[in-house]
């Protein structure tokens, strides 16, 4: 329940519209009730043969009556909606916020496909809270209020009906459809949970389903699923459309009592017959306002089951960032300080990196080697701020990353990951991704620079660069991250597709430009790395030696050995 604070707080905040859409519900209700029982009293008195002027009145009343409840029915629509809309925005704009600090730390308690599903049906399903839930009972409550003390005033028996028939619509029919409806929900939460990972799961894996053969039996389970989800959605639907036609019945049972009891009334001279009509059709109108009644449990509990999961989803992940103020000098070569740094991935058993402690000066070229698995991209992940250290401290040019805004250290460093994304479009549209614009020239220029001369900027690039090798995915990375101005270079095995020579020219290249920058290389192969000024070696998550390529070699430590099995398979190779 207490999730509903969140669209509670977002309805206060659209109080005006509320207010008219409830105004708006109100007139129109009345009206309706008034029409109809004008239209009863209309037709009765034509029996006694009134004066003309009398049906003109009672015809106009009823015309007039028709148009305000249309207008005022329209408005109640248009403020309500636009009420629902704005509070959604709000939401989703807030929503979003709170996430993106989350991530990625988000992805390690989620699958993608259900995560998505989740995020855009709950955000999407909160809307029904408003329209659906929280101002109908309003209007059925003020709309029956008005219409029993108007039928009180002919009959207190005919309005104790009307009271019937409202405890009936309004408690006991959607009681009945709340019972079983819970789990008629939570087994349709499940299953579209499960289609939208298995969808998901499918477009990503095709091509390996594809090749090892099991893609008919994906597509098999995922028509399961489907098959699955449409079954459940049918018998809840079917659910739904049962407490639709109790509420029919009973509005239709309180009309023959209504009839039933005025007839004996008249004969009792407890009522003049001129009314009975009026009575009748008020009573039809009347309960068409609570039809939205038999609905309000199956949205109520949609509601809140969608808050309450956007909440968790928020709550349930520590934030991977704290509010910060501090900017990183974009103009500056950075030094990085990591003083007792451990991090451990959730659920895991072990941390990926246990109790660093490293200093890389401004301006210096540090490589960082070390088997699979040793926590080297976890290292850079902290230092752009993607993660947060379970302990110790990471400091950029001495302020520590908590103090420091992520995006200033986005802005500032020049990053190529392991796997970078590539979107539809051309070459040039996936160079200029960081938004500045730049002359053809430079960017033909920088293209040459990373051995991509054959590559034409109008080049066309498919979703996720599926017209790419693996080797030209990285050296468009590179050229990418070769337009930023950063002084930062943090580069995750950037080359490791690349053939030896291809490489060198690469990394030359690379390094002439940063020339004077602080750059971190992560690399398996240890060929080249006499140019750096320090090596990093990682092992289970320890620095295990640092120093510069002589030292470490004259050490005979790990690093030696590692290039010594390097050389010997080298050798292999070509022999
Ligand atoms: N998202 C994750 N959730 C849980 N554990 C993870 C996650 N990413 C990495 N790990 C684990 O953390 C450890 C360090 O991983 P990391 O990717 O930093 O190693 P690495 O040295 O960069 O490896 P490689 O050279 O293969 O890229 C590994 O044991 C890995 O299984």
């Known amino acids: 329940m207490s999730e509903l604070v969140i669209l509670s707080k977002a309805m206060i905040r659209e109080r005006k519209d509320i207010v008219l859409s409830i105004i708006g519900g109100f007139i129109a209700g009345i009206a309706g009730v008034a029409l109809f029982s004008a239209s009863g009293y209309l037709i009765s008195q034509t029996v006694f043969a009134p004066p003309l002027y009398t049906l003109i009145v009672l015809a106009s009343l009823v015309k007039l009556l028709g148009l305000l409840r249309a207008a005022s029915r329209y408005g109640e629509r248009l403020f309500s909606h636009r009420a629902t809309f704005s509070m959604l925005s709000r939401l989703r704009t807030s929503f979003f916020a709170k996430l993106i600090p989350l991530t990625p730390g988000i992805w390690n308690k989620n699958r993608s496909g259900d995560l998505l599903a989740r995020i855009v049906g709950d955000v999407e399903g909160l809307q029904h809270y408003f329209l659906r839930v929280a101002y109908p009972p309003v209007i059925v409550v003020m709309v029956f209020l008005a219409t029993m003390l108007f039928t009180a005033f002919f009959s207190f028996w005919i309005a104790c009906i009307f009271v019937l028939g409202m405890l009936g619509t309004a408690w006991v029919v959607p009681g009945i459809v709340m019972l079983g409806q819970r789990k008629k929900h939570e087994r349709i939460r499940e299953q579209r949970a499960l289609l939208s990972t298995d969808v998901t799961e499918m477009l990503y894996g095709f091509r390996d389903l594809k090749v090892y053969g099991q893609l008919a039996e994906r597509e098999r389970q995922l028509q399961q699923a489907s098959a699955a989800l449409a079954a459940e959605q049918q018998r809840a639907a079917g659910h739904l459309l049962r407490g639709q036609s109790m509420h029919a019945f009973v509005t239709l049972l309180v009309s023959w009592g209504v009839l039933a009891l005025g007839a004996y009334l008249i004969m009792d001279g407890a009522l003049a017959g001129v009314f009975l009509a009026m009575l009748v059709m008020a009573s039809l109108t009347v309960f068409e306002e609570a039809a939205a009644m038999a609905t309000l449990p199956a949205y109520k509990q949609d509601s809140e089951h969608a ?3 956007l909440t968790e989803t928020v709550l349930a992940t520590p934030a991977q ?11 500056q070569a950075v030094s990085i300080e990591l003083s007792g740094v451990t991090f451990q991935y959730e659920g895991e058993w072990r941390p990926a990196l246990n109790d660093i402690s490293l200093q890389i000066s401004s301006g210096s070229k540090t490589a960082i080697v070390g088997p699979s698995g040793s926590g080297k991209s976890t290292l850079i992940e902290l230092l752009l701020k993607l993660r947060t250290p379970s302990a110790g401290d990471v400091r950029l040019n001495g302020i520590s990353a908590k103090e420091l805004d992520e995006t200033g250290i986005w802005e500032t460093a020049n990053v190529v990951l392991q796997q970078s994304h590539f979107f539809r479009g051309t070459i040039r549209d996936n160079l200029l991704l960081n938004g500045e614009e730049y002359a053809d020239g430079k960017l033909v220029d920088v293209l040459s620079k990373v051995q991509l001369p054959t590559k034409s900027l109008t080049d066309a690039v498919y979703e996720k660069g599926e017209n790419l090798s693996d080797g030209e995915k990285q050296r468009l990375a590179l ?16 080359t490791s597709s690349l053939d030896c020579v291809t490489e060198q020219r690469v990394l030359k290249q690379l390094y002439e430009q940063a020339a004077g920058d602080t750059l971190l290389l992560i690399c398996h192969r240890l ?9 990093v070696v990682m092992e289970q998550g320890r620095v295990v030696e640092t120093g510069s390529y002589s030292e470490l070699m004259e050490q005979k430590g790990y690093f030696y050995k590692m290039k010594q099995i390097e050389l010997q398979m080298i050798g292999e190779a070509s022999a």
Do not use: F
């Not at 960032?321 to 103009?331: I, M, P, Q, R």
């Not at 050229?479 to 950037?494: I, Q, S, V, Y």
């Not at 060929?527 to 090596?535: C, Q, S, T, W, Y």
């Open 527 to 535: 060929a080249g790395l006499e140019e750096m000024d320090r090596i």
């Open 479 to 494: 050229a990418r991250a070769m337009l930023r101005k950063g002084r930062l270079w943090l580069l995750d095995e950037p």
């Open 321 to 331: 960032s704290l509010h910060s103020s501090c900017k990183l000098w974009a103009d």
């Open 307 to 309: 808050a309450k999961r």
